[in-house]
């Protein structure tokens, strides 16, 4: 079953406004972590955002605000004052306990397209 | 951040020979390690979780002779994808939780792209 969904395979966005990314999650674990990355068409990995699930405010970093609500199962990436260099592939992430650990999936991404 | 290393960047071999990626963390002890494969425009998918003086925990549909796991020390961990074939060509990405951080975040590598001819 999949775990994080990510609707939105791919997003425009006019530089200088904001955008929000969706992703639903599903798990019975009472605490979990929810993660953003970034991955530029160069392949790395860039951890954005961070939200744990007994986290009471959204997390924000920078330009970067998560948008979680619990009760849906949502937890929805925020960019505000888009930048070129925001174009990329962006990936919502939990972790959450496996039979070996923790451990953390990733949903499908989304291509995030910001136009001058 | 803690930074994780990995090499080769970019590999191509002739199908039915081994290859070796590294993953190393280069400023913390990683007592697990993950082992991701992307494959284009695709998301990434956990192979397996590397565990240092341990065998590693492979996930469902992942084959364990196939792509060996070796963790021989809390700052390295290896993936050999034996006999590849071309099948096996894919973007294969090592991460590591910092133990020293409270989120958890994984530190990913700067991954490997794999081409077999």
């Known amino acids: 079953a999949q775990k994080i969904t990510q609707t939105q395979p791919g997003m425009f966005v006019q530089e200088k406004e904001a955008v929000t990314l969706d992703c639903t999650y599903d798990t019975s674990d009472p605490s979990y972590g929810l993660f953003w990355y970034k991955q530029p068409s160069s392949g790395e990995m860039i951890f954005l955002i961070y939200?744990?699930?007994?986290?009471?405010q959204n997390a924000t970093e920078g330009r970067y605000s998560l948008n979680f609500q619990k009760a849906r199962k949502s937890a929805n990436l925020v960019i505000s004052a888009s930048q070129l260099g925001d174009s990329a592939m962006y990936f919502c992430?939990?972790?959450?306990?496996?039979?070996?650990?923790?451990?953390?999936?990733f949903g499908a991404g989304t291509r995030l397209f910001v136009k001058a | 951040g803690a930074v994780v290393s990995q090499h080769p960047s970019r590999v191509i071999c002739k199908s039915g020979t081994s290859v070796k990626i590294e993953c190393r963390s280069l400023?913390?002890?990683?007592?697990?390690m993950f082992w991701y494969r992307q494959f284009p425009k695709q998301s990434l998918m956990l192979m397996a979780t590397s565990n240092e003086g341990s065998k590693a925990t492979y996930e469902q549909g992942v084959e364990k002779d196939k792509f060996l796991i070796n963790h021989a020390s809390l700052t390295l961990s290896t993936l050999t994808v034996t006999s590849a074939h071309p099948e096996d060509s894919s973007f294969y990405i090592c991460?590591?939780?910092?133990?020293?951080?409270?989120?958890?975040?994984?530190?990913f590598g700067e991954g490997s792209r794999l081409t077999v001819l």
């Open positions: 939200q744990g699930s007994y986290d009471q």
């Open positions: 400023d913390f002890q990683a007592t697990t």
């Open positions: 992430a939990m972790r959450e306990t496996g039979t070996g650990g923790f451990k953390t999936i």
């Open positions: 991460s590591a939780r910092d133990p020293r951080g409270n989120t958890g975040e994984l530190f």
